[in-house]
């Protein structure tokens, strides 16, 4: 079992920055690929980020790229996500998850095995 606990989230305007923080316990944390999910209300729940278990590898969803970072620090057992200039639309529940498989990039949410409990993202316009 891994357990993830998320802290960050809250209020910013259209145009600040987020950062959102998942820390790790239980099983090895460098034996898992962590990602980023956001789900906004009607809406189904969607990729954001990932990174590979030696953080080398990332990927980000389309929209997403150049104003988020995905990296985690192994000797602390934490996957960040740094969000800069936060549109409106970037609203959402943020959830961090573990995925155990290697071989690839996952975008997939039901590739990942454990969660966090969530964090709300409120971008004000």
């Known amino acids: 079992q891994v357990q993830l606990v998320q802290s960050g989230g809250g209020l910013v305007q259209a145009g600040g920055s987020l950062r959102l923080s998942c820390a790790a316990s239980?099983?090895?944390?460098?034996?898992?690929?962590m990602g980023w999910f956001r789900q906004a209300p009607g809406k189904e729940r969607e990729f954001v980020a990932y990174i590979s278990r030696t953080g080398g590898i990332t990927y980000y969803a389309d929209s997403l790229k150049g104003r988020f970072t995905i990296s985690r620090d192994n000797g602390k057992n934490t996957v960040y996500l740094q969000m800069n200039s936060l549109k409106p639309e970037n609203a959402a529940d943020y959830c961090c998850a573990a995925t155990p498989r290697m071989k690839t990039v996952e975008t997939d949410s039901v590739r990942y095995a454990y969660w966090g409990q969530g964090a709300q993202v409120t971008v004000s316009s």
């Open positions: 239980g099983r090895t944390f460098s034996n898992y690929a």
